[in-house]
Structures are given as structure tokens and as C-alpha cells.
């Protein structure tokens, strides 16, 4: 039960990310927050999979595992224009420790590859890294 109550943790802090995060109107965050709800997103189809809301489907794993990817390897693009507004929640400590920021999003990048997408116990494994990595970032760079 180890994994299944992190997962749920997980989609706990998602949901409530979700609910109180406001909307920029900034096009660069906007942009930023799009990409953060894409990777919110399919974080929470992983973390419902592992915690066995939803009956495991291999092919809806991988996609969701491919999309977190994908999101995670734009994280730096996307962030690179430091547009901002009262809405934005990225503490301005991105652009000024920028390699490091980087590094962070790498660390998503890994620990999505790292995840085994073909058992649910795979999942249920992969779903630490990947919360460890959401957080390696929100703790020093999300307001
Ligand atoms: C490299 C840093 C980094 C990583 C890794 C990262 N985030 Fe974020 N995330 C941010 C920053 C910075 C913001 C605030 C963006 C803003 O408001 O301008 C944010 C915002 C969010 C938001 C709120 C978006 C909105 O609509 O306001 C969600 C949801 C989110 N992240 C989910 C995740 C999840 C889930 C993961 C891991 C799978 C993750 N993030 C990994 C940096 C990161």
C-alpha cells in the first residue's frame, strides 16, 4: 500500500494545485501554466492508475507517460521568456539560477523515462520519482 497512498498524495496535491492556482493573462505564463497543467494532467491519469481508481490499461499508461515526457522536455523552452504578472507563481530565482532550473526539469525528464509504463506495479514504483521531481522544483521556484 506504500505506493498506492503515495499516488493518492500525489493526486491530492495536483487537484488542490489545480483548484487555487489563478490563470495569467501574460502570454509567457500563460504558456508556462498550460505546459504545468498538461504535465498536472497526466500525472494524475499515472497516479489514478497506480493507486487502482482505474482498471490498468498499458496503452493509456504509455500515452500518459509519453505526454509527461514531452511536457517535461519543453519545460525549459517554455520558461526561457521571463514574462510575468500578479497571477504568474514562478518566483523570479528561475532566470537568475537558470542551470539549475534546467537541471530540475531534466530531473523530470529522467524520472519519467525511468518509469515502467507496462505493469501497475511499474507505475506504482515510478510514481516517487516523479512527485520527487515536481516537488524538487516547486519547493525552490513556485511561489
Ligand atoms: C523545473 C521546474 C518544474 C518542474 C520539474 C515541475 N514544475 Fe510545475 N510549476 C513550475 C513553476 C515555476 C510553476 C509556476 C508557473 C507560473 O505560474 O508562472 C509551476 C506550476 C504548476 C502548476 C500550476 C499551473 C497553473 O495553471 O497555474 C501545476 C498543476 C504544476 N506545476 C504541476 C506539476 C507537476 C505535476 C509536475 C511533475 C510531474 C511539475 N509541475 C513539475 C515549475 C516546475
Not at 487537484?15 to 493573462?25: D, E, P, R, Y
Not at 487502482?52 to 499508461?61: I, R, T, W
Not at 500515452?63 to 507563481?89: H, N
Request: aromatic letters at 6%; glycine letters at 12%; one cysteine or more.
Amino acid at each position: 500500500m506504500k505506493f498506492a497512498t503515495k499516488a493518492i498524495a500525489i493526486s491530492v496535491v495536483l487537484i488542490a494545485g489545480m483548484a487555487f492556482a489563478g490563470k495569467s493573462t501574460d502570454p509567457d505564463a500563460m504558456a508556462r501554466q498550460t505546459l504545468m497543467d498538461t504535465a498536472g494532467m497526466n500525472t494524475k491519469i499515472l497516479g489514478d492508475f497506480a493507486g487502482g481508481k482505474v482498471p490498468f490499461d498499458a496503452a493509456a499508461v504509455e500515452a500518459a507517460k509519453a505526454a509527461l515526457g514531452d511536457a517535461a522536455g519543453k519545460i525549459a523552452v517554455t520558461f526561457k521568456p521571463q514574462g510575468t504578472d500578479d497571477k504568474s507563481e514562478a518566483k523570479p530565482d528561475i532566470w537568475t539560477n537558470w542551470d539549475d532550473f534546467v537541471a530540475k526539469a531534466d530531473g523530470l525528464v529522467k524520472a519519467s523515462a525511468a518509469l515502467d509504463a507496462s505493469t501497475v506495479e511499474g507505475v506504482q514504483a515510478g510514481m516517487g520519482g516523479l512527485g520527487g521531481a515536481c516537488k524538487d522544483c516547486h519547493t525552490k521556484y513556485r511561489l
